[in-house]
């Protein structure tokens, strides 16, 4: 990269630091992590050796592979809309003025704050087929996490909780941005809040909507804390997402090589996903 | 003090060319100015100077060496910028001093300089207040004193009274005047505001798309424009761009033909009146402009604008029929495919 | 009329935010003997003993030592390294600026679960496993993207002209960025921290995979890895998430201004 020495700057020098620490600790890995999903690699089976795509092409045929993506793809769907959905209503209630606000931001903030792992524990504990607090609400006896059908839609529960904050918060301070003018020359030429924000709140925002989608759908694809906990992937695999399979590969059959390919795929979905938004994005700022 | 020279210069950024072959110098001491309209380079040509850019092509001098590959700090350049930009969190003194910190002056000899500009400039109440608790007026006093308080060899600013106020604006012009007379650095200001230009200026250069239109005296460059564009661009109101045609009995220079010619004549020059005179254009008034001083006549002679000073004192109704008096000495004539100048 | 319906809106969604916490914080003061008894709803008496055994049966301080090493040490590297390298990118002027900024950010959109594999053979074979500099490294890959992005933005706001006045006066790059720059930029640097420190300290994958024991044990494991052998003790787990939780939840409170605009920096200017 050639650069063009401004004034006896040398900008390489403030990039080197963190250039030199990403390049060992991402670059490389990354590199690393490619090579090792050619290769027919497990721990306690000596060294490497080469297997071109064999890795890739027993994927395709892994039911279980599939059931996973699928998995994932309904988690981050259902998640990602009712978050974005929920942000985008706490937002706009927020965003009205009153006493108090910063008092909001905070407790807006603490399930966003809490490590995932604690809030799962947390919501476990609320889930608890027998001694659940949810069971007593509702009045039902379900083992939530325990019942194929509902333990999905358990850890979806979870992880709107826990992401919702993020998405209000950045839409909040999205909404707040657009200047007051616009509502006032509305509402002088007699504009209703739908009006208003069909014509001047949702456009404006789209943008940045587009952005917490994307940041949303990456980080509900890559999910894994919440499900180790709450339910390890069960039961039956009906909550098992793709990290959670390709971390089972790894780490409990000590596949190394098809660990490396599943994790690639994870990777090449998200980038996948994220294309198909940034062209959807550039479609409405265009 | 320093001279410069500015030999076949030029700055390009990517495919567009900012300045294109820039030739020049500035004396010791003097006061030069370049004015033009934006966009045209000027602010590249103070970056140039400072060392805040490098030239893509030519060589930049201080007294005869070589700068173009000297940083900012080994050019003992001072700068005074559009926004001041004075360093929010540090308080006045310790702004002005910051230039003495990095040469690793003495705290003490430090204080005395600060105090000493200070008090030159009339800020020295102001010392231990921040930046954002002062007005625009007295942001730029600290500005200036920061640039001062090292005696620097050139002195550069960047359209500072853009930001103020009409009348703030003349006060510190008169104060950069007395400045500039006082401590006699070499200095090379920038601005867009012609009449800025010629009041304070020892020399200007007129700057149009990145060249030098013309450069030289303030009276020279009004007096004796080279082209139409500095002909249009100094003197207020804009000068009279008049078909040669609209002359009768027109004395044109050495063999030029009525077409390829067109005529200058300043507002200052032509007197209007509602009677006829000798040497006047027949028009009618559009509008009147009454500024206090003068009163201002726009009309159209014969389909053309012209602007002039009214001989009368009150305004007239648009329509009404009057003079535009001219002084056939008065003329500039410039060739119409080129705009030059023709004598 | 309005402003009721508006208020009840922010009370359900206060509530909402708290309950989960609110019920795991009515868990912990519990007596064991009602842990399994619902209704009803409020223990008729409050207790500490989980605290108590959360506490001495398991070497909290020990973890949240650790935690809070890894976190800091990877919290002040992004900083340091992240704050030279967003300088570089938005007061400098240099070719190639956006495309290595995509670069940055595309490398952070590799999910953690792609990494783990390579950096766990490096990590074994350089014999750190189970090491807090393991973890300090690895988190440093996160977070260097993160501190870089938001300083990045945090930046750009400040004008161009008071690094070139600092030059002028006689600055290197190197002291603009010290005595100019970085003084400015304190509130953006802040954010940073706070928000790094917190992806951090709640960091679980890496944690997990390059840790085996209490040596180097990091907090978000330990509550995972909770012990129970046949029946989980319930008010222990509350007592133990809501202590390591309390360095994060006071953070948040007392600065959750910036830490919003760290989040939104650059998401609202564009």
């Keep these: 990269m050639k650069r063009v020495h401004r004034f006896g700057e040398r900008p390489a020098v403030f990039l080197a630091p963190a250039l030199a620490v990403l390049a060992l600790v991402t670059l490389f890995p990354i590199l690393y992590v490619l090579w090792l999903s050619l290769q027919r690699y497990s721990l306690i089976g000596g060294a490497p050796e080469y297997a071109a795509l064999d890795n890739y092409i027993r994927l395709l045929g892994d039911a279980r592979f599939w059931n996973a993506l699928g998995t994932t793809l309904y988690f981050t769907a259902v998640s990602v809309a009712l978050e974005v959905a929920l942000g985008l209503g706490i937002a706009l209630l927020l965003a009205q003025a009153f006493a108090g606000r910063g008092a909001m931001r905070a407790i807006v903030l603490l399930p966003w704050a809490i490590p995932t792992v604690v809030a799962a524990r947390m919501w476990e504990w609320m889930y608890n087929g027998d001694f659940g607090v949810i069971n007593y609400l509702l009045g039902t006896e379900i083992n939530w996490l325990g019942n194929p059908y509902w333990a999905i839609h358990a850890a979806i529960a979870m992880d709107v909780w826990k992401a919702t904050p993020f998405a209000a918060l950045l839409l909040l301070a999205g909404r707040l941005s657009i200047s007051q003018d616009l509502y006032q020359a509305a509402r002088l030429d007699g504009a209703g809040p739908w009006r208003l924000f069909r014509h001047i709140t949702w456009p404006l925002l789209r943008p940045l909507l587009f952005i917490v989608l994307i940041f949303r759908t990456i980080d509900a694809f890559r999910v894994f804390d919440a499900i180790y906990v709450l339910t390890g992937g069960g039961p039956a695999n009906t909550t098992e997402t793709l990290s959670i399979y390709a971390y089972k590969v790894l780490f409990q059959a000590l596949e190394f090589g098809y660990g490396s390919a599943l994790a690639i795929v994870v990777f090449v979905c998200i980038a996948a996903v994220t294309a198909v938004y940034v062209r959807l994005l550039q479609r409405t700022l265009s | ?343 | 009329m309005r402003q009721l319906s508006r208020y009840v809106g922010v009370l359900l969604v206060a509530l909402y935010c708290l309950a989960p916490l609110a019920w795991q914080l009515l868990t912990s003061l519990r007596p064991a003997g009602e842990l399994t008894t619902l209704p009803p709803l409020l223990p008729t008496r409050f207790t500490l003993e989980h605290y108590a055994s959360a506490l001495t049966g398991h070497p909290f301080a020990r973890m949240l030592l650790n935690s809070f090493i890894a976190a800091g040490a990877a919290t002040a590297i992004a900083l340091a390294f992240g704050s030279a390298a967003a300088f570089a990118l938005t007061k400098m002027r240099a070719r190639g600026v956006g495309l290595l900024l995509g670069i940055v950010l595309a490398t952070s959109m590799f999910p953690p679960i792609a990494t783990v594999s390579p950096l766990y053979l490096v990590i074994n074979a350089l014999g750190l496993r189970d090491s807090l500099a393991a973890l300090i490294l690895t988190y440093a890959s996160f977070a260097l993207p993160l501190a870089i992005w938001v300083l990045a933005n945090f930046l750009r706001q400040l004008p161009d002209e008071l690094y070139a006045a600092a030059r002028v006066d006689g600055c290197t790059p190197l002291q603009a960025f010290w005595r100019v720059i970085l003084p400015l930029a304190l509130p953006g640097l802040t954010a940073t921290g706070l928000l790094v420190f917190i992806v951090a300290w709640n960091e679980f994958l890496y944690a997990l995979t390059f840790t085996a024991t209490e040596r180097a044990r990091t907090v978000p494991v330990a509550i995972a890895l909770f012990p129970g052998l046949h029946e989980i003790p319930w008010g222990e787990i509350a007592a133990a998430s809501l202590v390591v939780t309390l360095p994060v939840l006071v953070l948040v409170l007392q600065f959750q201004r910036r830490i919003v605009a760290g989040l939104t920096a650059g998401a609202v200017k564009g």
Excluded at chain 2, 267 to 281: E, F, Q
Excluded at chain 2, 297 to 305: H, S
């Design chain 2, 1 to 343: 003090m320093a001279t410069i020279a500015f030999e076949n210069v030029s700055k390009r950024y990517g495919e567009v060319t900012v300045l294109d072959g820039l030739d020049l110098e500035i004396a010791e001491g003097e006061f030069f100015t370049f004015v033009g309209p934006s966009g045209c380079g000027k602010s590249t040509v103070l970056a140039l100077i400072a060392g805040l850019e490098r030239p893509s092509g030519g060589t930049i001098r201080f007294d005869g060496q070589r700068v173009n590959e000297l940083a900012p700090r080994e050019r003992d350049v001072a700068m005074v910028f559009q926004s001041y930009a004075l360093y929010p969190h540090m308080s006045v003194a310790e702004n002005i001093g910051f230039p003495l910190k990095l040469r690793g002056m003495s705290a003490r000899d430090t204080a005395r300089a600060v105090a000493e500009v200070a008090a030159r400039l009339g800020i020295d109440a102001l010392l231990e207040r921040r930046p954002r608790e002062l007005s625009g007026g007295q942001r730029q006093r600290v500005a200036l004193g920061r640039a001062l308080v090292r005696r620097p060899r050139v002195f550069l600013l960047d359209e500072p009274l853009s930001n103020l106020d009409a009348r703030l604006r003349l006060e510190m012009r008169a104060e950069l005047r007395r400045l500039h007379a006082e401590y006699r650095i070499t200095t090379v200001y920038v601005t867009h505001d012609q009449e800025e230009a010629m009041a304070l200026s020892d020399r200007v250069a007129v700057l149009q798309a990145g060249r030098i239109e013309q450069c030289g005296e303030p009276l020279e460059l009004y007096r004796e424009p080279a082209n139409l564009f500095v002909a249009g661009f100094v003197g207020s109101p804009p000068i009279n761009v008049l078909e040669a045609t609209l002359f009768p009995d027109l004395e044109l220079p050495c063999g030029a033909r009525a077409a390829d010619v067109l005529v200058g004549l300043r507002p200052a020059d032509v007197v209007v009146s509602r009677d006829p005179a000798p040497r006047a254009l027949a028009g009618e008034v559009l509008l009147c402009e009454p500024t206090g001083e003068h009163l201002w006549v726009v009309g159209l002679a014969r389909g053309q604008r012209v602007t002039g000073r009214a001989a009368f004192t009150e305004p007239l109704p648009p329509g009404t029929p009057v003079h535009f008096e001219y002084a056939p000495a008065r003329l500039h004539f410039f060739e119409r495919a080129t705009g030059r100048r023709l004598r």
